[in-house]
């Protein structure tokens, strides 16, 4: 039996409206072009924190720019799928810390402010991402620095 609710809801509005989904997360950060935006502004400002910059002195930046917009776009449901590495091998070898990673996380804050993304959409993309701390952050001693063996 339909409910009352939904009897005045029929009896008020159009169907149109009843049906109508939410908008995806994808949708919500603003789409293609959003991701991308997105994907561009985190790299610049890790590449202009002193607290980051280091780790970005040596890499690909529209390969990985493109990259993360994929991911971002995979995981928001904007259908695309995600064709680099997983974040443990993307990450290996870059010595990337606890304090850097918090670092990233607030230049993603940044960007989703400037855009104007708002909270719910913000929160629940940090929520997504927070799990890939433990693959992306080293923890323990730094590797030791490569030694020749056959050095004197
Ligand atoms: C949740 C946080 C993060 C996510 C989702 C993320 C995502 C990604 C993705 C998708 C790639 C491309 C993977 C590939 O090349 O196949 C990448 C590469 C990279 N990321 Fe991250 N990342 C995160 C945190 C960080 C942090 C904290 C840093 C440094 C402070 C960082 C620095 C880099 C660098 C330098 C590359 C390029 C590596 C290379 O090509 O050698 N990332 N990241």
Not at 20 to 41: C, K, Q, W
Not at 89 to 102: D, K
Not at 125 to 144: D, E, H, N, S, W
Request: charged residues 20%.
């Amino acid at each position: 039996m339909l409910k009352p609710a939904l009897l005045l809801c029929f009896a008020i509005w159009p169907c149109s409206q009843v049906v109508m989904s939410e908008p995806t997360l994808y949708e919500r950060l603003g789409g293609e072009e959003g991701v991308a935006a997105i994907a561009h502004g985190v790299v610049e400002q890790g590449k202009r924190d002193p607290k980051t910059a280091k780790h970005f002195d040596k890499f690909n930046q529209s390969r990985t720019e493109k990259l993360i917009a994929q991911q971002l776009c995979s995981l928001t449901h904007g259908g695309c799928v995600y064709e680099g590495e997983n974040m443990r091998v993307a990450h290996a070898g870059l010595n990337i810390r606890e304090p850097a990673f918090y670092a990233t996380v607030q230049h993603l804050r940044n960007v989703l402010d400037e855009r104007g993304v708002g909270d719910s959409a913000k929160n629940q993309l940090l929520r997504i991402l927070a799990p890939m701390k433990r693959q992306i952050v080293q923890t323990g001693a730094a590797p030791a620095p490569a030694t020749n063996p056959k050095a004197d």
